[in-house]
């Protein structure tokens, strides 16, 4: 049997880089771990997001819809509500529209002007659109409302991307 003998310089340089290492993992590892950590995650984009809203009780009017969903913005995880206004077209299509104004992105309401019922308006600088979200030529909006992709599962709406209004 060997005998080895480890001076007291060996000692405390084995020690020393071996705690060193030890605290240098602790600080960098959450620090990589910050960096990289939206990349690793999956995204939800492109997915549909359920609302509460039975399909069975849409009707022709427009109705406000909420949904909650989980945000990832970097590193930070929020839970974010957003608004559509949804109803029932003619021929029986779910029509989802944003309710972000396109003149400077005040929300809209449905049938809130009493001198023009039966349209979505802004209050913030009398933008008008129609039903169909298109806006009222002569008022301040110069594009009609983004138009939510829907799907029907279960008897519940789900909404997906806001794409732009094929009426533009
Ligand atoms: S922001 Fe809606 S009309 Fe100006």
């Known amino acids: 049997m060997s005998k080895r003998n480890v001076s007291r310089r060996q000692f405390l340089n084995y020690t020393l880089t071996g705690v060193g290492g030890f605290m240098a993992a602790g600080i960098l590892m959450p620090m990589v771990r910050f960096a990289i950590d939206p990349v690793l995650k999956a995204s939800a984009s492109g997915g549909f997001i359920a609302t509460s809203q039975k399909v069975s009780e849409l009707t022709a009017e ?10 990832i913005d970097g590193w930070y995880e929020s839970q974010v ?59 301040p909006p110069s594009k009609p409302l983004d138009v939510y992709e829907t799907q029907v599962k279960d008897g519940i709406l789900y909404l997906g991307l806001l794409k732009p209004h094929k009426g533009a």
């Open 62 to 71: 427009p109705i406000r819809v909420d949904y909650t969903f989980d945000q």
């Open 81 to 139: 509500t957003n608004t559509a206004w949804v109803y029932k077209a003619d021929d029986g299509n779910i029509v989802a529209l944003s309710p972000v104004c396109k003149h400077l992105g005040c929300t809209v309401a449905w049938n809130t002007d009493k001198e023009h019922p039966e349209q979505f308006f802004c209050p913030c600088h009398m933008g008008r659109y129609e039903k169909s979200g298109v806006n009222v030529p002569g008022t």
